[in-house]
């Protein structure tokens, strides 16, 4: 597809420009429902930012936890081949469910310092998590990243992806993934607006993408993954999720 | 005698660091800078903001802090869905 362009003699990648489209739909989004949620807009703000801070460390943790024995291996580059040793371990290479989590512990960590109600704060922010990651798993699409097994059916072939094999046909499995996202943010934003328990949306949403993720997960194609037996470090996240998400779902459903 | 306003300290401190955000950018690798001072710039724009101060330097300094934010993970950013570290897989071997 498209996975660089160039704005001002700078190369940017698309994954990137996707995103941050994502996230600015997201704090757009924000914007809209703030005033009617009667949740302080200072702490929205202050929550957000917390949010932010630890969905790139807790993405980060779990990329470094999946990839450890080759980390500590070749920590030792860290100083003679500084730049490409910070370019593999610091600049790519981060984990959607590490830092959606951190960024639900840190959201989680910031109400309890400021005596807000968490529940509050889900209701408002968490429809702009499956906004944002809806539109990062098109930038992934673009770069070609997490593509999916080979399709002569349904397959897409790549003509330039720095990732993907090119010229052969994939399942575009990062677009399946965008559209479910696409349609849990529409939903989550919908029980937002009908003022349900944001441990209930939390819960939906958990169950909804832990399932949407297991069984992608078995259409892709790419090997650079943690795995654990026969199901991906993802896979397993997803099914625990899920899990997570029913007895959520079962203790909050009448609230 | 000098009289302490409650927020302004923080607005200005999210003014400065808004200011060192942008200007790290141009400095290759410091992008990961941007994206840390921005965040720290944002949030005291942010705690400004609740204790009550609603000056134009708090808002330089969040609007600042967030165009940092933004411009730093441009370069910072790689690809965060995946694990795949891109051209730099086996780097080492």
């Known amino acids: 597809m498209f996975p660089y362009f160039s704005i001002a003699g700078r190369t940017i990648s698309s994954y990137s420009l996707f ?21 302080p807009e200072a702490d929205g703000e202050l929550a957000i930012i917390s949010g932010i801070t630890g969905a790139f460390s807790g993405a980060k943790i779990l990329f470094l936890i999946t990839v450890l024995p080759e980390f500590c291996a070749e920590f030792r580059f860290l100083f003679s081949d500084t730049e490409l040793f910070l370019e593999k371990y610091l600049y790519s290479g981060f984990v959607f469910y590490g830092g959606f989590f951190g960024m639900l512990f840190a959201a989680f960590f910031y109400c309890r310092h400021a005596r807000l109600d968490f529940s509050e704060c889900l209701r408002l922010l968490f429809p702009m998590i499956p906004l944002a990651h809806a539109f990062g798993r098109v930038g992934c699409f673009c770069m ?16 330039n992806s720095p990732v993907a094999p090119n010229h052969i046909p994939l399942i575009p499995v990062q677009l399946f993934e965008a559209a479910g996202e696409l349609l849990l943010f529409f939903v989550t934003a919908h029980m937002a607006a009908e003022k349900k328990n944001g441990f209930l949306i939390l819960a939906f949403w958990l169950v909804s993408y832990g399932l949407i993720r297991f069984f992608t997960e078995f259409l892709r194609g790419d090997a650079y993954r943690g795995f654990l037996g026969p199901l991906s470090l993802s896979q397993i996240i ?12 079962i203790r909050y459903r009448k609230k | ?30 992008s990961i800078l941007s994206v840390v001072l921005g965040i720290i710039g944002m949030a005291l724009a942010s705690s400004s903001k609740k204790y009550g101060y609603q000056d134009s330097i708090r808002t330089a300094g969040f609007v600042l802090s967030l165009i940092g934010v933004i411009g730093g993970a441009f370069a910072f950013l790689a690809c965060i869905a995946c694990v795949g570290t891109l051209g730099v897989i086996g780097a080492f071997h």
């Open chain 1, 19 to 39: 995103s941050l489209a994502g996230v600015l739909l997201a704090l757009l989004y924000y914007l809209r429902v703030r005033r009617r949620s009667g949740f």
């Open chain 1, 238 to 249: 997803s099914a625990a999720a899920a899990i997570f998400g029913i007895v959520l779902l």
């Open chain 1, 144 to 159: 070609g990243c997490c593509y999916g097994r080979k399709s002569a059916l349904f397959g897409i072939a790549f003509d």
């Open chain 2, 1 to 30: 005698m000098y009289e302490k306003i409650p927020g302004k300290n923080e607005a200005v401190a999210s003014l400065v660091l808004g200011i060192i955000s942008v200007g790290c950018w141009f400095f290759g690798y410091s």
